[in-house]
């Protein structure tokens, strides 16, 4: 039934369609702010209050007749815009390339739009019974709000746990940083003193289990006994491997820890593994810390610094833009953050830019495109982030059909605060996909993982990564299932420094796993990486022209494929075979695959390490069986290559320098990293 007020709407709108149409023949223009309403035309003087309405409007132009050359634009006035619900987009809301669709902020104007709720009525905690819960240093600055009194019902917690990921539901966030889920100990990790096997004996290093019981070497569990829903994070067998399980029960006296039981399996723990407990309101005891009684819908927390109504806010909404078979819409300029989720998901269609934006205090990702094509994520600043920054699923690998999406001149960084690995600040996934010009840094796993083929991964600028893992490298193949079909990616042009791995311990600044084969990883730096590349019992990989300054080590090659790794040979046979390998088009990009099965394929050839720099570290490792299979030459090993002023970042050679009598090549150190454009979200980068 249509309201008086929906006629007055749609009156508005077919008038402002109608004059869009007869007095512009090259782009239309519609206004959204915070002081509009959606019963308005849309216009400068007269805008809409929500992004819905003016995709709407764009509907209605478009079932008017042809978008106007030029496109459509809609411009966001400056503000604070909370999004009750996602915002989706279908294949209806596509423009051409001719004639885009543009959503994008104000020139010089900052546009906010937040998945959150901000908090308001906090009052001092008055319950003696929380009261005497808490610790004694909190006690006096914990300060609680009503969420059943501001509308707030849906109080979704931890879910979807998994190894290497899981979903924090609701977060809560101050003054634009994220606040911490009460936990213990505030930083750092308890520790698996014993564990314990079937019969409760401690078993001498690991045990598997359907309890999963440990003794714990902190007596503090004993202040858990009247916590609910209680997490454990721990790094319970692999420190590349982290998994969230729920308490079950305590035994205070022994430090007894049982885990929740897994549908029909086992729990497996080793002694000495590390872990933290979270969610618990005792634990609540240091500024930024929070907790949700679910049961009574009461927030509790301890501000930082001065609580006003709204500066808290707790995160609602779910994958915040959602656009599906959408092509050439671009939105940029926004400021797109405190939702649940991911902030864009996009899937299938073609040329959707993301460009501009700020991402930041998402739950899972920035932005994930699965499918489609030639989308784009450009000049975004994404940071403080649940899990990853960028993924980028694109192409089909069995007709080697590129997908041509990238991510390029964005500034991503302290991502992965709630999931520590496997959540890349970019993925590179399936075939013909990009990430350029990137600056990333202080990511506690992989900067950049890649899978499938013809991936590029150049002039990017990588630091402080891999800090949470050791076994892992900060351009990484994404696990799982590598494999020798997995060829032709470019790794060239990226400047790698400052990476040492969890405690410092080691890793790599390229680490190509499990025969991962066919990767041309030429013209980088490495400057005080632990380890700069590690082919692990791949094929036909290319190191040239590379320069590993202030190493502890070059490179690793092994022969893993001949060993302990054999079994990925039954996979990654029923893989190529799958993949009609000895027909076009693999016959004709890959001819060198067609008698690989013949050719001992798990043993590393091809391999060439060739023209590269190595000075004040030591060069490479290369396991016996591998040696006579790799290709060394003209390198330039524990010589001075002359560099201009390594300790100010001057990585140039010297015009005499003895590297170029031996065929190296400059590297063009000045065009790695983020630049200038007006597609930045922000110039100069700090």
């Known amino acids: 039934m249509r309201t008086e007020a929906t006629m007055k709407c749609c009156s508005a709108l077919a008038g402002s369609v109608a004059l869009l149409i007869t007095s512009s023949l090259f782009a239309a223009n519609f ?13 400068e003087s007269a805008p809409f209050a929500t992004l819905e309405r003016a995709r709407d409007a764009v509907r209605q132009l478009k079932e008017a007749g042809p978008l106007p050359s ?67 240093a909190a006690r006096g600055h914990v ?23 899981s979903d924090p539901g609701i977060e809560l966030f101050f003054m634009n940083q994220p606040m911490t889920l009460a936990r213990y100990p505030n930083t750092g990790y308890m ?68 885990l929740g039981r897994p549908a029909g399996g086992t729990i497996e723990l080793r002694k000495g593994q590390w872990f933290y407990a979270e969610n618990l309101l005792s634990e609540l ?33 779910r994958d915040l833009f959602q656009l599906n078979s959408v092509s050439h819409v671009r939105i940029r300029g926004v400021c797109v953050e405190a939702g649940r989720g991911t902030a864009f998901v996009v899937r299938g269609g073609s040329n959707v830019q993301i460009a501009a934006a700020t991402i930041r205090n998402m739950g899972n990702w920035g932005a994930k495109v699965f499918g489609g094509k030639e989308h784009s994520v450009t000049g975004c600043d994404i940071y403080q982030t649940g899990q990853g920054g960028i993924h980028l699923d694109g192409g089909d690998r069995k007709s080697l059909v590129p ?19 496997y959540q890349q600040a970019i993925a590179l996934i399936g075939v013909g996909n990009r990430a350029t010009h990137n600056l990333i840094h202080h990511v506690p796993h992989i900067a950049i993982g890649f899978t499938g083929n013809e991936q590029t991964i150049e002039y990017n600028e990588i630091h402080h990564a891999v800090f949470q893992s050791n076994d892992a490298g ?17 790794i060239r042009f990226n400047y790698l420094h400052d990476i040492q791995g969890f405690q410092g311990k080691g890793c790599f600044g390229v680490y190509l796993d499990d025969c991962f084969s066919s990767a041309d990883i030429s013209s980088n730096i490495f400057h005080n990486v632990a380890a700069g590349i590690l082919i692990g019992g791949g094929r036909d990989n290319l190191m040239t022209n590379n320069m590993f300054i202030k190493c502890k080590s070059a490179f690793s090659i092994d022969a893993r494929g001949l060993g302990w790794a054999s079994s990925v040979g039954q996979f990654a046979t029923e893989e190529l075979r799958s993949l009609n390998y000895k027909q076009p088009p693999w016959s004709v990009k890959y001819p060198e695959l067609i008698g690989i099965l013949e050719d001992e394929p798990l043993a590393p050839k091809g391999n060439v390490v060739a023209r590269s720099i190595c000075w004040d570290g030591p060069w490479g490792q290369t396991e016996a069986k591998a040696q006579p299979l790799v290709s060394f030459k003209d390198n330039l090993i524990d010589a001075d290559p002359k560099l201009i002023d390594p300790a100010g970042g001057n990585f140039k ?23 200038s454009s007006e597609d930045r979200a922000s110039w100069p980068v700090q």
């Open 31 to 43: 206004v959204v702010s915070t002081t509009g309403n959606d019963a308005n035309a849309g216009s």
């Open 70 to 136: 030029g496109g459509v634009t809609i411009e966001i006035r400056a503000g604070r815009y909370e999004l009750l619900r996602p915002i989706e987009f279908a294949e209806k809301d596509s423009g051409t390339a001719d004639s885009p669709i543009t959503y994008q902020a104000r020139r010089g104007e900052s546009v906010y739009l937040s998945g959150g709720r901000g908090v308001r009525g906090w009052t001092a905690v008055t319950d003696a019974a929380v009261t005497a819960r808490l610790d004694a």
């Open 143 to 165: 300060q609680q709000a009503d969420l059943k009194a501001l509308g707030i019902t849906d109080l979704q917690g931890i879910n979807n746990a998994g190894v290497y990921q």
């Open 191 to 258: 520790h698996l003193a014993e564990v314990l096997d079937a019969q409760g004996t401690a078993a001498p290093e690991r045990a598997a289990t359907a309890e999963g019981r440990f003794i714990c070497d902190d007596a503090r569990i004993e202040r858990w006994l009247q916590e609910k829903e209680v997490w454990l994070h721990g790094f319970w067998v692999w420190d590349w491997a982290d998994q969230r399980k729920p308490l079950v029960s305590l035994d205070p006296a022994k430090r007894l820890v049982t």
């Open 285 to 317: 005891d240091s500024p930024g810390e929070w907790y949700i009684d679910r049961e009574k819908a009461v927030l509790y927390f301890w501000p930082p610094g001065e609580l006003r109504d709204g500066d808290a806010v707790l995160s609602m909404t």
């Open 403 to 421: 997908g041509g999406h990238y991510a390029d001149n964005n500034h991503i960084h302290h991502t992965s605060r709630w999931d520590p690995v």
């Open 474 to 490: 900060a351009i990484y193949t994404s696990p799982p299932d590598e494999t020798w079909s997995m060829r032709g990616h470019k």
């Open 653 to 675: 050679l010297q015009k005499d320098s003895p590297a170029f009598k031996l065929g190296f090549q400059t590297i063009p150190f000045e065009k790695i990293g983020v630049y």
